[in-house]
């Protein structure tokens, strides 16, 4: 169990949406879409994502993080580091 | 004309290659993946969609701005705030 | 108790050597540097302060959020919350 | 000359605004001020410093871009070719 059981429909729904958006740059590509316009909505996917992954964070902070460090302050420590991790690469991307 | 006639099909693969990935995060969430994994994966579908952008943003100011620029100082100027503008909104994204 | 005391040295350090380098970035601007090696040396003074913000967010999390949890689970949730819209806020920066 | 003659009071002077805000940071962990609180003002000073990048891009898309795309099409397309480079480690700063 990842520890996103709850939201898990949200999270689809977004990331089809977000499916879509792609699938709708490909077109404003294909239509010769003024280029400014297209990086435009490339910022909006991108949010789109990191707000996906934002999600993700919170949940992952709150049962893993939390349930590792219930079985010992090393095991909760290893999760924090991984996440931090995580978040250095979103930073990074 | 948008100026990225020339690589429209490189860009169309990208884009279809980042729709894909995005249809593989819909799976590892299905599939209750590890959050971090999918974290890791969103990182990776997010600097794919930048490097697309980067890609446009480059097109842009080789051809639009400076067609602009050749019309006049003025167009050329507004080019240039529009590129800025639109990468100041990638940065926040 | 902020709950960074053990490394507060090295923090320090390393906030020292980033208001050097915005000193230096000052001395880039009045010497007519390149803008482009200006936009270079801003890029690592970004990167060097967003070490030290993940650097505060792990012990923050290791620290802040699971002193909290371990309060209540409201309590916890809270600081999870809090270190989220931080790292949000991080992306958007 | 490096093309940003015209706002370099403007830069100096945000640039030492930047570095008061990267003293206050030091001050804010001498004091032990809680976590979030120094994230969100790191958050802020990174805000600032990618406005001054922002700033500088502008003038040398403006300016040296064009200047050397006077000169020929490919010294053009090499300070395009850079810019686009300065503007990917801003993004993955």
Known sequence: MAGYAISRDDYLRRLRRIEGQVRGL???VEDDTYCIDVLTQISSVTKALQAVGLGLLDE??????RDAAEESPEAGDAKVEEAVAAVARLLRS
């Open 26 to 28: 490909q077109q404003m």
């Open 60 to 65: 992952h902070v709150r049962h893993c993080v």
